[in-house]
């Protein structure tokens, strides 16, 4: 089993920054895509970025030029560099984990962003 921990999230006026954590610990056997998705209330979740354990990165058009992923593969941990927030930035952040041979998809509890105007 693995356990995501999220962290860094809150609340931040409109322009500023936020950097999320994520930390995966358990039984890992190779972590292939570690990630970020968002949701705000109505929505469907969607996601922000992803990276590739050698480093290959996805974006989402809405957050291109903003937001930066990176990782530490000797951490199991996953970050995400939030600059010039905006109010419709405002969602939960899950992180997500993609590991083993099987390619089983592991979740975090969600963290809060909320970006006021």
């Known amino acids: 089993q693995v356990q995501l921990v999220e962290s860094g999230g809150g609340l931040v006026q409109a322009g500023g920054s936020l950097r999320l954590s994520c930390a995966a610990s358990g039984s890992i056997s190779s972590i292939n895509i570690m990630g970020w998705y968002r949701q705000a209330p109505g929505k469907q979740r969607e996601l922000v970025a992803d990276i590739l354990s050698r480093g290959w990165t996805n974006y989402a058009d809405s957050v291109k030029g903003r937001f930066t992923i990176s990782r530490d593969n000797a951490k199991n941990t996953v970050y995400l560099q939030m600059n010039s927030l905006k109010p419709e930035d405002t969602a939960v952040y899950y992180c997500?984990?993609?590991?083993?041979?099987?390619?089983?998809?592991?979740w975090g509890q969600g963290t809060q962003v909320t970006v006021s105007s």
């Open positions: 997500r984990v993609v590991a083993g041979a099987t390619l089983q998809t592991y």
